[in-house]
C-alpha cells in the first residue's frame, strides 16, 4: 500500500494523506492553531514552527512527502518551510514543486470531480511565476488565470495569463509593456500590467475599504446597488463592478478553454471559485456545459492535488 502525504505551504496550510490512489484525510493547520487563513511564519524572523497538523502523522511512514507552495520567488527563499516539515515527518522520499500552484488547483478538482475527462479553468490572486521570471523585464509575473485538459493519464496546460499587477501594487516595482504574448514548454503565456483574475476582485476589495479575506462580504452585498440600502453607495457599487466585471471575465476564459478542446465538462478551480454566486451564473450562461466547482479551491486543496499528482503518476511537465 502506497502511503503519500501532500502538504501545502501557502495559505491555509493543509495536509493530504492518500492510500494508493484514495484520499483517506484532510487537514487544515488554522484547525488547530485557532489562525484563520494560517501561512507559515516567515523562518528567518520567527524561526522553526511546530505543525500542530503534522501529530496526526507521528506513526506514519510515508513512501512519498510532496510539498508544494505559490512560489514565494525562489526555493531558497523556501527552503526554510521546506526543512520546518521535513523534521517533523516520517518518509522514505520527498519532493518540493513550488513552480506549478495552478497545476495542483487542476489536478485538485480533477480528483472530486470523478469526470474522467475534462477542461480545467483556474482563477486566483497570483500563483506561479513565468518560465522566464528571473529576467528584468518579467520578473515580477505571476500567474492569475490558466486552462489545462485532464484525463487519467495525462494533464496539460494549455494556456497561463500572468500579471505584473500584484508585485508592482505592493512592492513599487517599475511598469512594463501592457501586453505581451510568449511561449514556453507548449503553453502560450499571456504577460499583461493590468489587474486580472483573482487579484482584480482583491483590488477592488481594497477599494471598497474591506479587509484582506472579506471576500465574501463584498459578494453578498453586490446584488443591493440598486436597492435603496442604507449601505454605503460607493462600496455597492464597487462591490457590483467586481462581481460583474471578474464574470464576464471568466466567461471569456471559458471560452478560450472550449477552444483547446471539444470536452463538455468543465472544472473550476482556484481560489476565486469560491464566489458561487457568479459560478452559478457560469452554469447559467453555459447551458450545454457540465460544470464541477473544485470544494476546495484556494490554495489548502493543492495539498491534495500535489499528493494526487503523484500518486496518479502523470508525466511531469516542467
Not at 106 to 114: L, P, R, V
Not at 163 to 191: G, I, Q, T
Not at 223 to 235: Q, S
Request: net charge neutral; charged share 30%.
Amino acid at each position: 500500500m502506497k502511503k503519500v502525504l501532500g502538504i501545502n505551504i501557502s495559505h491555509h496550510v493543509s495536509c493530504a494523506y492518500f492510500e494508493d490512489d484514495i484520499l483517506k484525510e484532510y487537514y487544515e493547520e488554522d484547525r488547530f492553531n485557532k489562525i484563520k487563513h494560517f501561512m507559515p511564519p516567515d523562518p528567518f524572523y520567527e524561526g522553526p514552527y511546530n505543525y500542530q497538523i503534522l501529530k496526526k502523522f507521528k506513526d506514519i511512514v510515508f513512501d512519498a512527502l510532496i510539498i508544494v507552495s505559490y512560489d514565494r520567488g525562489d526555493i531558497s527563499v523556501e527552503k526554510p518551510y521546506v526543512d520546518d516539515i521535513i523534521k517533523q515527518v516520517n518518509f522514505k522520499r520527498y519532493i518540493f514543486y513550488y513552480r506549478e500552484h495552478h497545476l495542483f488547483h487542476a489536478t485538485c478538482g480533477f480528483y472530486f470531480s470523478k469526470f474522467d475527462e475534462a477542461l480545467v479553468v483556474s482563477t486566483d490572486g497570483g500563483g506561479e511565476r513565468c518560465p522566464d521570471h528571473r529576467k528584468n523585464d518579467q520578473r515580477n509575473f505571476r500567474t492569475m488565470e490558466a486552462i489545462f485538459t485532464i484525463d487519467k493519464k495525462q494533464v496539460k496546460a494549455h494556456y497561463k495569463r500572468c500579471s505584473n499587477a500584484r508585485d508592482d501594487y505592493f512592492d513599487n516595482f517599475e511598469k512594463v509593456p501592457a501586453e505581451k504574448v510568449d511561449y514556453a514548454h507548449d503553453v502560450e503565456w499571456s504577460l499583461t500590467n493590468k489587474k486580472i483574475g483573482g487579484f482584480k476582485y482583491l483590488w477592488y476589495l481594497h477599494e471598497a475599504g474591506f479587509n484582506e479575506n472579506e471576500e465574501g462580504q463584498m459578494m453578498g452585498i453586490a446584488p443591493y446597488k440598486d436597492k435603496g440600502t442604507n449601505l454605503d453607495k460607493k462600496v455597492l457599487e464597487l462591490a457590483h463592478k467586481a462581481q460583474e466585471e471578474t464574470l464576464q471575465d471568466r466567461i471569456k476564459l471559458i471560452e478560450k478553454a472550449m477552444t483547446y478542446s471539444d470536452c463538455k465538462n468543465i472544472i473550476l478551480t482556484g481560489g476565486y471559485h469560491l464566489n458561487c454566486s457568479n459560478n452559478f451564473k457560469l452554469v447559467k450562461h453555459f447551458p450545454k456545459l457540465n460544470f464541477f466547482v473544485d470544494p476546495i479551491p484556494y490554495d489548502g486543496g493543492t495539498a491534495v492535488g500535489g499528493a494526487f499528482y503523484y500518486v496518479q503518476d502523470y508525466k511531469r511537465q516542467f
